[in-house]
């Protein structure tokens, strides 16, 4: 789905007009980073970089567009035409989907005339702030589930239609098993999952009729058992196994989640069955390690409201900053707000396969035995190399497995992980007055 | 921007390929309903009843949504033909955008043959979930800003594009002055308001060129007075207007806002200056009211990201059940998750202009002195009514005006707002083994 450029702060219209009228339009670079961790996450993962790329390739006001902003009567018709003319010409890099980050290193740095790369603020926030949100959500639910599957279940509590595909799309690359919503599994092509809900059950006479009606229009299906009696509906289908029928698993979705996932293994296995276990129900990563700690006996989740939501802290501090212009580095020293100056680049050092350390540094500066993380998806307007979801999901499998493991905790930890300035770089800080080495 | 009725999880399509299967797609009524009020919240407010109108009135999947459903290998072509041939032809009540509800109470009743109700319930749900609960919030921001204005500033940390637009066009219902979204601007005809960036103060050699540059361009403009000191900037405005520039106002965005405010307002006052003074920067009701009791001075608020998120509660517990069809009421009973039985009406009594209580009957039931809720949109898939942005805009207006003082309040009340059963429901409830006399 395009992404219109009109998705942006009125703002940065005036400050463009303004640039305009005096002939400011100079090369400028600014940096997208998170200022500092939300609440309880020890690392970010990146995420939207495609949706990035094909805004700023498409990036075009239509004759429409035009016409609204002329109706609001405070720019002038060259000003107008110099719009309806603009397209992206600039550099963009990027950490790529699926990559891990830290606070305060720059994850998209783009390059252009000042009024493009100040026009394009908006929407770039909007979509990365929410899906490196839900991709670093869905890497903690991944994370407390061990190597248990779920599945997305949100769409009903995301927040409108956009949300809804991009959470599937973000938890799918950092290792869900699927998603229950059709229009993101079409979109992008993400395994879908799903079989009843209560009504149907309730939809007929008996429970087992639900049941035996659905196991034979569903071959291998998953019984929904918590819509009367768990243990009950739980002697039914095995009941219904041993006449024949092909049931893969049962799904709780209420209830004393860890007490009644483990008597229902105990009836199976006292029947020698070895039916699935999927359990629901306002899960979340804090929900699904206390369930494993207390003994739940479980094989899937299916997260819904809390992941798509990012309910613990619906929000990541994104900021667009600029860090340098024709007149060189550039920062904001507002105390607690410092802007690192001047285009960066971004290195990360590995050690026997783990990464160790990170280095922001400046363009240009080299880094020895260093991986550089920011990579080049557009040059002069042109594309020269997709972000894509598979190799999100890939990226993401390599990158959290090099994490360290005390970094993979569902709480924040004393032990940051390190991120260090170049020497160039604090350099270039200490002569505006700021003496800093790392940032975490 | 329509919504693909793909927006779907996929168990709905399940469930109703096994009702076609087997025959059952009788009429059946589905209603919509919040089960209990999230944290510090007293009252709710309808909103996106005009997304669900068009929702369902432009039901329909396109040739590639029925080959996407093919490609899951999971229905047979009578089925997908069915599908494709699908339409809403039912009926369709709602509590219209702008009004307040409650827990418990039925907003959106959708009566249609099984299938068609069935496969309804992610989109509508995804949509009145999320608007329902950033109106609400809006109004709580509206409520502790008195009569000051408010302006959304949201869009760079709203979860994508659909909420970006639909968060400007339910804070505007609720009374805010506008939106910095110009999409939203456009969609909507929503009035938007935005000036300057710290970063354009910072493309100049010096702050007063900056704001002497765009007070050139923008007459009666607000200024941005925080990038440095506020207070020698606040004394550049005055000069500024001493010279003869037309500004309207000035912006402060970080630091002790209580503090800065008011001895912006006084340096105003010593001169003579009635010039605006506007506060922005991580604000919410809490902030808000807080800012407001400690003596802020200040004429509007900019809201950003805890508004666009509702941070404190990111979510709307709404959820979409099954209350009657051919064999009459049904209920689940679950424990704690109790359905009223029946398709209902809503009403509400009004003492000397106040709401005084609601009261949830049957449908077809008569009650004496009080006024209906829920109105009739949608009759056998033909429109019958409009749900608009500007009469909901008119109707909230009103509607807040007739709500207890006391539940205005941004923290839980005790003394509830109360929602009886009407006769007919209690006595159809008694036969279903539940006694219960009043929701809240």
Redesign the interface.
Known sequence: ?R??P??????????G???F??G?NEPATFELFVRKFPKNRNYLVSAGIDDIIDFLLDFRFTP??ID??RS?N?FSEDYLEFLAGMRFTGDMYAVPSGEIYFPGEPVVVITAP?IQA?IL??AL???F??QSMIATKGARVISAARSRACVD?S??????????I?VAKNTYMVGFMGT????A??IYGIP?????????V??FESEEEAFR??AE??PNTTLLI??YDVLEAARKVIELVKQGYRIKGVRID?GDLVSLSRKVREMFRQHGLELLIFLSGDLDEYAIDSLLKNGAEVDAFGVG??LG???DI????GVY??VE?ESGP?V?L?PG?VTLAGKKMLYRVYENGMMVRDIIALSGEKIENAEPLLVKFIEGGRPVREDSMEEGRRRFREAFASLPGHLKAIYEVEDRYPVYLSQWLREVMSRFGVNIERIQ
Chains 1, 2 share one sequence.
């Open positions: 789905m992404i219109s009109l998705l942006v702060d009125l703002y940065e219209i005036t400050m007009y303004s640039y009228k005096h400011k429409d567009d609204y902003l609001l405070m000042r100040q603020e908006t926030l909007n979509q702030n929410f279940f769409p009903r509590r995301d927040h409108g239609v956009d949300a809804s991009k229950s919503n059709l229009l599994g079409k879908v999952f799903g079989t009843m809900a209560h009504s149907y309730m939809s009606t659905f229009d569903f918590d819509t209420s409201t809390r939501t990012s309910a619906p929000y990541l501090n900053k600029l212009d550039r904001k507002s707000k």
